[in-house]
């Protein structure tokens, strides 16, 4: 299968709170990072954890680190329509930097 | 500060021209990276590079070819192009291995 999975799509509405999950298969990781990409754009750093950490907070964004089941969650709090968008998981480390498929993320009103 | 450049941003081309795609970082980055984006199919490692002189293929290598001869620039070549290379194309660059990726905006190629 593949080596970074990632949903397809998600639907939320406005205000409500949004998960993104990635599962992985490549432990060596020293980060896991999210990407953002706006439509016609290329992508660009949302947040990162660093492989020892189960969680990071920062603002409306909660990254979760479950490293026993390989499993990377992005949660974003109170979402809004600026923050529709293609969220990518990416698993740094090795010569595979391997992207997952990513996510569409759609915010309704 | 520019960050990282692609040039062109678009082109169209008919099956069996050839192009290049330059890609240029002003960031002094000695990983340089190229992907390609497809539909469903996320983001695909073509070729990439750890520094001035070296390349290394990624995930689909196969009908492009690389050049970095000098460090700022990382040059995306199809001798050959086929339909099935109609794709958008990022350049990326980075530190260090596992750093954080810079993107360029991206070029979207069309081959007829």
């Known amino acids: 299968g593949e080596d970074v999975e990632q949903s397809l799509f998600l639907s939320v509405r406005e205000g409500d709170s949004s998960v993104i999950n990635c599962t992985y298969t490549d432990s060596s990781s020293t980060y896991l990072y999210w990407y953002k990409q706006e439509p016609g754009a290329g992508l660009q750093l949302l947040t990162y954890i660093f492989s020892n950490m189960d969680m990071k907070q920062d603002q409306r964004l909660t990254v979760l680190l479950n490293k026993k089941d390989k499993h990377l969650s992005l949660r974003i709090a109170d979402t809004q329509t600026g923050d529709s968008a293609i969220y990518f998981c990416f698993t740094g480390g090795g010569n595979k930097l391997t992207f997952g498929t990513g996510t569409q993320l759609k915010v309704e009103l | 500060n520019a960050g990282v450049t692609q040039t062109p941003k678009f082109r169209v081309l008919k099956t069996g021209q050839s192009m290049t795609l330059l890609c240029a970082q002003d960031?002094?980055?000695?990983?340089m990276y190229w992907y390609r984006q497809d539909p469903g199919m996320g983001l695909r490692l073509i070729h990439y590079s750890v520094g001035e002189g070296t390349t290394a293929k990624g995930e689909v290598p196969d009908g492009y070819n690389v050049s970095r001869l000098k460090k700022q620039n990382f040059l995306l070549g199809l001798e050959s192009a086929a339909p099935s290379q109609t794709s958008v194309y990022f350049c990326a660059s980075s530190y260090f291995t596992s750093g954080e990726l810079f993107f360029g905006e991206g070029s979207r190629l069309t081959v007829l």
């Open positions: 960031m002094n980055h000695e990983y």
